[in-house]
């Protein structure tokens, strides 16, 4: 075994494949395309349940979530309070840390080249032929959404404790808003061309402007989003693993999290000499991603009435279990007794192995 992991991309699931490295006495070296790590724009939220593979730095943690409110076409839905919990977070500053407490080299200004395997470090050119690559979204090859988010200075939200989530059934997509350190993080996500995208966060904002009071946009940034579920395997010896591999929960767009459990776990996998694919298949969040991308197909085949409908009828609860990926059964069917119609299309979906 070597005494160093190499990985690439130093997003939350090559941190998290640092973190797994060092418990097996392995140093880590992780190269990363960009002058710093965590350049993608989202909205840094983790859910507080037990599942992730490292704790969270303190100092790293800008905001604490305690509810959430979800809106369909602009109608309230769901507004639940203290049984959704999570945190907002420095995502740059905590992938530093966890790299660092790790005794991993973050290698930064370092791009991979897949046609050859290698990664060129200043102008010396260095030959990967084995390891993990946690490159994100430019090496996935599933479907894929475009998202376009805002920071936007509003004091009216300088308290703000909870996520806000407006689901456009037009759009199959939706809108947020997520407490920031500069103010709060607004973003639209969906299947729509980029430009399409800005002119609605551009009216989205506007038209909540009952929230936002004057505040005024500081900066906009857009990506691509892997939504198409899971696309495990390699390249070139290196494994794929974090959105590279699709590990973001379609629904939600929660990346954080799915991709951290994924580095963490294939890192592990790797260094016993395990197959990292069928360890990565495996998990509890695989399966949460297969349920989420059946029930985005699905929702794409209905009419944009039906979705409405369909959204509407969903309890808190289910929402809930469904957007966290804990599947909570017997939870869920408690939730559904009342509806069975509901429940029967649903559990198509939820039974997935």
Not at 110 to 118: D, E, K, L, R
Not at 186 to 211: K, T, Y
Not at 331 to 349: F, S
Request: hydrophobic residues 45%; glycine residues 12%; charged residues 20%.
């Amino acid at each position: 075994m070597s005494e160093t992991l190499n990985i690439v991309g130093a997003g939350p699931a090559g941190a998290a494949a640092a973190y797994a490295a060092q418990k097996f006495g392995i140093s880590a070296v992780v190269y990363e395309a960009n002058p710093r790590p965590a350049v993608k724009p989202c909205g840094r939220g983790v859910p507080t349940i037990s599942d992730m593979p490292f704790e969270i730095p303190r100092e790293r943690i800008i905001a604490r979530i305690r509810g959430a409110v979800l809106y369909v076409d602009g109608i309230k839905s769901v507004e639940v309070r203290g049984s959704v919990n999570g945190y907002i977070v420095d995502k740059e500053g905590m992938i530093r840390d966890i790299i660092e407490s790790s005794g991993g080299e973050l290698v930064t200004s370092a791009p991979y080249n897949p046609s050859n395997g290698t990664v060129r470090v200043g102008g010396e050119v260095r030959d990967l032929k084995s390891g993990l690559l946690a490159g994100g979204v430019a090496f996935y090859s599933g479907e894929k959404i475009q998202g376009v988010q805002a920071i936007v200075r509003a004091p009216r939200l300088d308290s703000m404790d909870y996520l806000y989530i407006d689901f456009d059934t037009k759009l199959v997509g939706y809108y947020w808003i997520f407490p920031a350190e500069e103010g709060v993080e607004i973003g639209v996500g969906g299947f729509a061309d980029p430009a399409s995208l800005r002119g609605l966060l551009d009216r989205f904002i506007e038209a909540r402007r009952d929230l936002l009071g004057n505040g005024h946009v500081l900066s906009v940034a857009g990506a691509p989003i892997a939504v198409g579920g899971l696309s495990l395997g390699s390249i070139r010896g290196l494994h794929k693993v974090g959105e590279a591999a699709g590990f973001v929960l379609p629904l939600t767009g929660e990346g954080i999290r799915p991709s951290a459990i994924s580095g963490y776990e294939a890192a592990r996998a790797y260094l016993m000499g395990q197959d990292v694919s069928e360890t990565l298949r495996s998990l509890k969040v695989s399966r949460a991603i297969r349920v989420h991308s059946s029930i985005l197909s699905a929702l794409r085949r209905l009419s944009p009435e039906d979705r409405r409908r369909f959204m509407l009828e969903i309890p808190a609860a289910v929402h809930e279990e469904v957007a966290l990926g804990t599947m909570n059964m017997g939870r869920i069917v408690r939730a559904l007794a009342a509806k069975p119609l509901l429940a029967a299309k649903l559990m198509k979906y939820i039974s997935l192995r």
